[in-house]
């Protein structure tokens, strides 16, 4: 598995605040991942060190390729006109592909000379995607493409985004904090919270390894004995488990597969556990 993105015992720190803390991870080259978690976990400043804004204070991150990065609030001008921001951005990236900005904007489209400021949100996303993808980075870096879109803008931008995975095998990284956006399009998930990486894998494999249980609270210790709980919800009475490893038998318990949304919910949760290739796997 060739990666496009590795990171070692990467460290952010903001004055005394450690935004990110002892990070290793490695994303395979081709995938669209998924990078999640609470307010305040280190996503963007994560996504900064990958793009090259900072630097890290310990460890590494290494890109292999070019990263291009889209910031949350998008990098546009109102009272441009497209045309005008296509201009500056063939201006200030010497491998800037026009002809390919222009026909992504005529296929979607959005006229070149409309104001910036008069797009819909949806447009404006669209623009601003066009201008990191002209760029034709190896990885496309994305904070929180889809904040402040309706539904069915969320779904086209998506929508786009895999069409050029598809079509140029480039590689993704995209924070969000709406899990069902990501569950139909992103094959590779990371988990951040409180600055620490608590998941980084393949998804199918996550979902496949994972599982949720519900039934009597008096059998959750029995349970713990024999496989990994991540965590715990539920009454004195009646809990509800993420799991993770081997199945569970007892009839007693109502087995079923977890969702994305459920399993990153659960790792949240508890901050102490963890699935993380190479490392101890779920402990807490
Ligand atoms: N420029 C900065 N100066 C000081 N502290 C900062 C700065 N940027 C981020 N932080 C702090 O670092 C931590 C991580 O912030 P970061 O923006 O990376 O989180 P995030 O996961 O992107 O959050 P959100 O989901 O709210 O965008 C937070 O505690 C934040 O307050």
């Known amino acids: 598995m060739r990666p496009v993105l590795e990171a070692t015992g990467l460290g952010v720190r903001y004055r005394r605040t450690w935004a990110l803390r002892d990070c290793s991870l490695s994303v395979p080259a081709g995938r669209v991942a998924a990078l999640v978690g609470p307010n305040g976990a280190g996503k963007t400043t994560l996504m900064h060190a990958t793009a090259g804004l900072i630097n890290p204070d310990r460890g590494s991150v290494t890109v292999y390729g070019e990263a291009a990065f889209m910031a949350q609030d998008k990098p546009l001008y109102d009272g441009f006109t497209v045309a005008e921001m296509l201009a500056f951005g063939r201006r200030l990236n010497p491998g800037w592909d026009d002809a390919a900005a222009r026909s992504r904007l ?6 070149l000379d409309g104001k910036v400021g008069k797009l819909s949100g949806g447009q404006q996303a669209q623009v601003a995607l066009t201008l990191v993808l002209a760029r034709h980075p190896d990885l496309l870096v994305l904070d929180e493409p889809l904040a402040n879109l309706d539904p069915l803008a969320r779904h ?22 709406v899990v069902s ?21 393949d998804v199918e494999e996550l979902l496949a390894e994972h599982r949720v249980l519900s039934g009597p609270a008096e059998l959750a210790d029995g349970v713990a004995a024999r ?25 007693r318990w109502n087995v079923r597969p977890a969702g994305l949304e459920e399993l990153v919910m659960g790792y949240l949760r508890s901050p102490d556990s963890a699935a993380l290739p190479g490392l101890a796997g779920v402990t807490g």
């Open 156 to 177: 086209d931008v998506m929508r786009s985004i895999m069409a050029e995975v598809a079509d140029r095998g480039l590689s993704v990284l995209l924070s969000s904090h």
């Open 181 to 201: 956006d990501l569950e139909d399009t992103c094959d590779w998930l990371v988990v951040l919270n409180g600055g620490r990486l608590q998941v980084s894998g």
């Open 106 to 111: 005529r296929a979607l489209g959005i006229g």
């Open 227 to 251: 496989t990994r709980v991540v965590s715990a919800t539920g009454t004195a009475r009646q809990v509800t488990l993420l799991v993770r490893g081997e199945p569970v038998l007892d009839p």
